[in-house]
């Protein structure tokens, strides 16, 4: 910001001019400042309400114009690319300007969007990035709007003076831009949160639905419907065999797709060994989470996909960076790994390429729908199998040789059935008692042989507590014939428990007669987990409401303390006296404690960017102990080395260990010795932070992972969890030991060299699969 003196504000309102016109008449600018500091406050609790981007930019531009002053003003909106402008006030003729953030001619408002930074020229004709929007403008004021690092607009004002602004403006349009930033974040988070809990709501609605249906084809049907309504315009799912290959028509299913364009599917289908490939080691690098997303503007890839592809009818101005062209697919895999189908879509509704978080919902559905198709696929061929042995008993004693033959036949089918079945098979009579069984029940129950399986009751490997409901049901299976998806507690050989899903059938002689039952058994802990991921995934949004309802009711409120007590400190200036100097710190301090336990609400429920430089050792915890205040009853014995070099992101590195230095610190407070000190082991780094304090637990140490768990009075228990986070972001690994009263010990682990190499890495929330990725 350039240096601009005592110079007035461009050409303000009636109001403002006399204000100013009259200072000799005893209203001060000082005075004026505050009135206008006021008024700014008022409209930040305005902003509050806002429902809807364009109530922002309207009040904001009435911010701007009536209690800044303002004749000329913008706000600009980053779109695409691009500044443009979403509302303006003053200009006598509509602005339609368009300006490219990478550009070749910036102008001013970009200047501010990409240095992030407020710029203030004195006269633009002497700007050689001025971009002339409306005639005859001289000095101009652009302040970028940003929210958690991310430029989303520019305020701008303009005059035909020359050296019009000065800094109070700037100060006064930044506050006002802080206001407006949000607003806009608090609208951007509801809409999030709306958007997550339709996805769920929808995801459960179909699941549901899905499994209601005992066809395959329908099953399919519902899968690629459901997945539509998540934000996908097409969408296709093929059943494989064993070789990858489809065997008709009727195993591709699709949403979105014409005639037309199915049939071209068809015709144009890659033989199974291509579909191979395409899980290989070639493509992992596509990889996010199960799914491959391969970007048309990678030369390789439109190599290898020229043909065979059904093209977009979308245009590129369509999207935002998702290309028209571009591929995502992911295998349907059973628990062994075995693929039996392959989903693709195409065209996001958002325009967006998809990310790890994105495609977590997905993910989880994609787990329950394989299950759900092969349990279809298993019962529709016991129940093809069924069908044929009750034709061949309507005609047994006409068709008796012919039956003999081909009951052999069907007989050995089934065994290969019934050997081949990925899910256990138990043939019991009518008292439970087992006569016939398969590998995968042997291997589910704990047994090694049928020898040791067969004679043994059924009811010896259900849990006591369900032994009632599997005996009502079975009672069902003699009346109706067939029961299906039977939840019930499985105990193996040896008594351990888990989760497991019964369908069972009546088998019946040639005089329709019941003799025995056959009973699919699956181990469903699997889907168990699943669907406590997606507990957590309802929990994380819970904590995102959190958050974004701490920012609403807590931001503007601090933005406005602060305003007043930097305008105490401006309007007292030399005449402050100690006592008042002190409770003006207390309030900055406390503003200062507030934003923290906000921004780390919002950080642990957001996606943590890492900026990796070289440092060393030393350097970091140099730079962290000169951030805290140490008693004089606490020694600090630093050993920390100069080498190795390690590349890491310093700033959120050094957070981690100015929390952990604090918290031994807290845990001295009649004094006593913190030890620092590093150590190479195994091509990593170790820091051991070591204190003579009070200890923990083994209670509390069980507990100081868990966000939200705190034994401080000021703290909301989210210091070492977010510590976790950052150090588990760069590899690495924390520990801690504590004895109750000999004192606590942490060791961070950390790669000397980072694995991926990156320079810039995303890692996504909390309570997903907490990994690291780099981004291109």
Known sequence: MQENGDRSLSEPRMKVTAQKNTVDGGITERKMLEERLSALNSYGGKLNTATSFEQVYELTLDAMEKTLGFEHAAFMTVEKGKLKIARFRGYPEPLSLRLPLDGAKKGITVRAANTRKTVLVDDVTKDEDYVEGAPNIRSELAVPIEIEN?????LDVESKKVGAFNEKDAMLLQILASHAATAV?????????????SQLSSLMKSSAEMIRSSDLRQ????????????????????VRDENMEIKSPDDLVTVGLTEEE?????????????????????????????????????????????KGTVESKLKQEDMVDWDPQDLLYAPLCLAEGRIVGVLSIDDPLDGKRPTQESLAPLELFIHQAVVAIENAKLIQQLKQSEDKLKRYSEHLEELVEERTVDLRKSEEKLKSIFAASPDPITVTDLNGNIIECNAQSLKMKGYSSKEELIGKNVFEFIAEKDRQKVTEYMKKTLEQGLVRNIEYTSLTKDGRESPAEV?????????????????????????????????????????????AMVGH???????????????LKLKLGSEIDDKVREMLELIEKDIEHSNKIIDDLLEYSKEMRLEITETTPKAIIKEALSLIRVPENIQVVDSTQNEPKIRVDVEKLKRVFVNLIKNAIDAMNEGGK?????????????????????????????????PLYTTKAKGMGLGLPICKRIVEAHGGDIAVESTVGRGTKFTVTISIKPKDGGEKTWVDTPESLLLTTTKA
Request: hydrophobic content about 40%; overall charge positive.
């Open 150 to 154: 991310r430029v989303i607009g520019v």
């Open 553 to 567: 009711d807590l931001r503007n409120p601090l933005t406005g303390i602060a305003g007043a007590a930097y305008y």
């Open 262 to 306: 199915k049939e071209f599917l068809w015709k144009n289908r890659p033989p199974g060994h291509v579909w191979r490939e395409r899980f290989g080691p070639e493509f992992e690098r596509f990889k996010i989470g199960e799914f491959f997303y391969l970007k048309w503007s990678d030369p390789w890839v439109r190599e290898k996909f020229s």
């Open 185 to 197: 974040s608090d609208i951007e988070k509801r809409q999030e949160i709306e958007k997550r809990s």
């Open 674 to 706: 913190l030890a620092i000190e590093n150590r190479e082991t195994n091509g990593n780094l170790e820091f051991v932070i070591a204190d003579t304090g009070i200890g923990m637990s083994k209670d509390i140490m069980e507990n100081i992972w868990t």
């Open 219 to 238: 099953r399919l049907q519902k899968i690629a419907e459901a997945i539509r309504e998540l934000g996908w315009r097409r969408v296709v799912i093929s």
């Open 503 to 547: 369908s069972a059938s009546i088998v019946k002689d040639a005089s329709g007669n019941p003799i025995s039952f056959v009973a699919i058994l699956k181990d469903i802990t699997e889907r168990k987990q699943m669907e406590q991921q997606l507990l957590k995934s309802e929990r994380l949004v819970a904590i995102g409401e959190v958050a």
